[in-house]
């Protein structure tokens, strides 16, 4: 990889958007109050959420179901005691029939519940349901999980997962529900996704990749969630694993990010300062190439290794293009002929 690889910004784009969210906005422009914008995105939204411009739910008779009629649905079906629920085993077939059809977006009506943020039906569609509707997925690969999670509904995230949820079920972009939190700074989620997890059952979770390579560690860095940082490192997570397209830990994204609160609370918990992306760039070779002198100087007084060389058999001082600031930071033994380092030659 060139040096200048090593120079350029690659802040990363996640273009995640839920169609379930979007297309339900845009049957309510008429109402009063739209549901809560999830977070913004790295990118702009791919066709695949933006093309669907009128969520069809028709399964249950409506092409938009309101909230009116989401209550007519759960209707009686809805257990209204703990004593009534542990009297009935099983719902009656017709009931069964009707909270388990699926639209033709792949959604339950828990789907639909969390979607239009009907949170006391939601609720009581957690009781009645089974672990394994729980976790069915629509045609985006989102469980009812991931929507909660985009919606920052915290009581029914944690419903969710008392139920039984999946923590490790994947959506299209790869994206776990803890990645979802991770990304747009869903802290109250993460933290109940984390809780009262053992450290066996959130280890997968934590080193699972998306489709681009990152884990959630990753994303709370592009992100710059700090809190979500300081809460998946709290729980153990991996500080020096790379994404899988460059090699980059959180620590090269925060450095191209010229995040120095993110620097310093990586370094603090003992990520490698001398961990090298695939071409062979360490965080130096970054913070120099974008002329950022804190952070390299941040990195220097961490221990940084200046003789690294990457795959162009670069030091991080070849990089530093006549730069004072940076220049001051190398000691002068690195002497240089010819653009490489004199440091131990005998003559």
Known sequence: MASGDCRKD??????????????????????????????????????????????LDSAYGSSSITVESLTEIVGDC??????????????????????TTITEDGDTILHLAIIHEEEFITQQLIEIFPKEVLDIQNNLYQTPLHLATYL???????GLLEKGASLELQDQDGNTALHVACQHGQTECATEMTRDVSPSKLAPVLETQNWRGLTC???AALNRHHHIMKLLMKKGADLNIQEGTSGKTALHLAVELHDITSVKLLLSRGANVDEAMFNGCTALHLAV???????ANLLCQSGADTMLRNMEDETAL????????????????DIQISGRSVVGVKF
């Open 217 to 219: 560690l990753h994303l």
């Open 10 to 55: 690659e802040a990363m784009e996640d273009n995640r958007t839920d169609s379930g969210i979007e297309s339900y906005r845009s049957l309510q422009k008429g109402k009063e109050e739209e549901p809560r914008e999830p977070s913004g995105d790295f990118g702009a939204p791919r066709d695949k959420f933006s093309a669907v411009e009128e969520r």
């Open 152 to 158: 920052n509904l915290t009581e029914v995230v944690k």
């Open 289 to 295: 190439g974008r002329q950022d002198a804190a952070i």
């Open 78 to 99: 809805t257990l209204s005691s703990t004593e009534e629920q542990e009297q009935m085993s099983e719902l009656s077939e017709q009931e069964e029939n009707l909270l």
């Open 318 to 333: 070849d990089l530093a293009d006549g730069n004072d600031d940076i220049l001051a930071l190398f000691p002068f033994d």
